[in-house]
């Protein structure tokens, strides 16, 4: 029984030093790159720094919290990027399709523009709309388009295409349908990769949960009643 009261220990010990070994090396890391960052500001304040020394226990909570909070604004900031990019991946083949339809019925690059922004799900319409804005505070609208796609890297393609039918009058409509496409092939070929990494990921609740608790609910009861016999 001592056997079976002690395992879950052991397993939780093990689960937890896991998972606090990958946080650790993060948030040494941007422990070095926000004092590599600061180190000016800390060279101008070291002044004061003399004049009010810091506890040490104060000094070790904040310095740690710190990094606690660093490490999670750091992974919230990249997770809400790489969701801001997927979702803009996702609506850009809508959004080409619509302003090929508009270059089609007669509508100059900065017109179809304004179609796409009304008609266009949200993230490429709030891009269309940042254009359009610059337009209207008096930027040209290849300066906007380039600010655009400046902010937004996905959408260097479709700025491209649209500002060489502005300078040269180059036909849009076969460049959008090709661009729209490439689009929804590299997604589909995403969404394949996506699933074929869902058994890997299956793996873990199995090797880490699945199989732990059947070690400890079939072979340590019969090796503890073992070693009780001795």
Not at 139 to 157: G, N, Q
Not at 174 to 180: C, N
Not at 196 to 223: E, M, S
Request: net charge positive; with cysteine; glycine share 8%.
């Amino acid at each position: 029984m001592n056997v079976i009261a002690f395992t879950p220990w052991v397993l939780g010990a093990a689960w937890g030093v896991m998972f606090a070994l990958p946080i650790a090396r993060r948030a040494a890391r941007v422990e070095v790159a926000a004092r590599s960052t600061s180190l000016s500001a800390r060279g101008h304040g070291s002044d004061a720094s003399r004049a009010h020394p810091r506890w040490p226990t104060a000094w070790f909570h904040r310095r740690s919290g710190g990094a606690v909070v660093r490490v999670v604004r750091s992974l919230l900031s990249r997770r809400a990027t790489r969701s801001g990019d997927l979702e803009l991946a996702g609506e850009l083949p809508v959004a080409l399709d619509l302003l090929g339809v508009a270059v089609g019925a007669g509508c100059t690059p900065y017109l179809a523009v304004e179609v796409a922004a009304r008609w266009s799900p949200a993230q490429v319409a709030a891009a269309f709309d940042d254009v359009l804005r610059s337009c209207r505070l008096g930027l040209d609208f290849e300066s906007a388009l380039d600010a655009v796609a400046r902010a937004r890297p996905r959408l260097r393609p479709l700025a491209d295409a649209l500002l060489a039918t502005d300078r040269l009058g180059v036909p849009v409509g076969p460049v959008l349908a090709r661009l729209a496409e490439e689009d929804r092939t590299a997604l589909r070929r995403a969404a394949e990769a996506h699933a074929r990494r869902v058994p890997v990921r299956l793996l873990f609740p199995l090797v880490f949960l699945v199989l732990p608790a059947f070690v400890l609910l079939t072979v340590v009861p019969g090796l503890a009643a073992g070693l009780g016999r001795l």
